[in-house]
């Protein structure tokens, strides 16, 4: 049976009193609410707590579709000293991409379900379910394009390896970029030919679709926040990729402002544009709801949708928080790395240059970047009542006004269903789950 939400409530201001007037059980364990966060997927929300995860959509018949199951842990996740403070940080990142892909895959399954839609779409929505596990003309023609375009670049581009078909060194500055022009024409040609069996095992494989989602999520992030600004800020100083002639270090150190600056301002873009779209303007009232509900339980309130709707739709805790931190400590110390480092005695330049960089920083500067914004978050969770706490989070919370809106009731009643979920779980154990009867789970270690 379901634990009253109200009840859970009762219960945790009763610990609380119990803690502060020295009658707490020595057992007791008290609850850490300061554990408990989400995110808003499409038409629906994710709650996770310190052992569990929930996420309640709301079907296309309007039913609230509710999944529990316990966290798993990764190999990584095994690893203790991976959970020391500033260390945690890269690996709660890469825990919430792999949650976050399993909730969005749930949240499509629910929206695709034909049993979810109204009986007169029903045979529509099969018929459209059936045709997108095909392989269509328009997909083949796309990709047939992409791989044309890319493969008249790398002709284009030929001339400048060539010379190692015929015994010529390879000189990374000036024959990387053409040559992994060719490899990406190669991957394309195969996706061309071998599309069909690909689309059906996403479809039907939810470990292999979340890690493809992750792998183009990383590509598309790299060309547009990383390689696009890198390009233009050499373009804009005149220092461009595969010129071998030496910049001095502020020269180079001018070209990294540009660069970050234009990161920033191109983040920042991207939001502000895809918040013009409806479905993503609806997921962000899904991520405004998400933050009223949990704002209302860390304010020891019962939750009930009236007390959710009065609640602000920021919180210090947000994603958007942590991206923002990470973004702006990432300015402030990758502008000062040597844009053409000597590697070896080897002056290091052009496209190599800027894969030696990324390469330094995804396995150097950025876990150390996630690890101190993780700590900042963890820290401004606790404090969000001191002055440079706020400080600190001003530009985070100003642009939560662009990665989420006010909430409806409907949006609301949603999140409360996922957080109950997970309080619930938490307390009994319990798993709630439309498709199956609850059932008690093991508890995970």
Known sequence: MAVDLPTLNDEYRARRVRRYTGTQMADEKQ???LQFGGMAVPEGVMMRSPKYYAVACRAPNGEIIVKTEPLEKTWLGKLDFLKKPFLRGS?????TMALGMRAMNFASSVALDPKYVAEEEREKVEKENAEQAK????????LAIATLISGLIAAFLFGKWSPILSGASFDPNTMLAPLLASVLTVLLLIFTVFWGPIKMALSTNEKLAIGVAIVF???FGFVVFKALPESAAEFVTGHRPGDLAKATYLEGVLTNFVAESLKVIMF???LALIRRIPAILDTFRYHGAEHKAINTIEAEEELTSGNCMAQTRLHPRCGTNFAIIVVIIGFLSSVWVPRYPVLFGYEVTGAFAVI??????LLIFMPIIAGVSYEVIRAAG??????WVNIL?????????ITTEEPEEKHVEVAIRSLQAVLTAEETGECENTEVAAVVSPQPG
């Not at 030696?356 to 920083?361: A, C, G, S």
């Not at 989070?393 to 006004?401: D, E, H, R």
């Open 31 to 33: 609850p850490e609410y």
């Open 91 to 95: 690996l709660a990142l890469l825990d």
């Open 135 to 142: 392989a269509t003309p328009k997909e083949f023609r796309n």
């Open 217 to 219: 999520s990383i590509g």
């Open 268 to 270: 920042i873009g991207y």
């Open 356 to 361: 030696l960089r990324l390469v330094l920083e």
């Open 382 to 387: 606790k404090m969000k009542d001191a002055k």
């Open 393 to 401: 989070l001003k530009p985070g919370l100003a642009t939560q006004l």
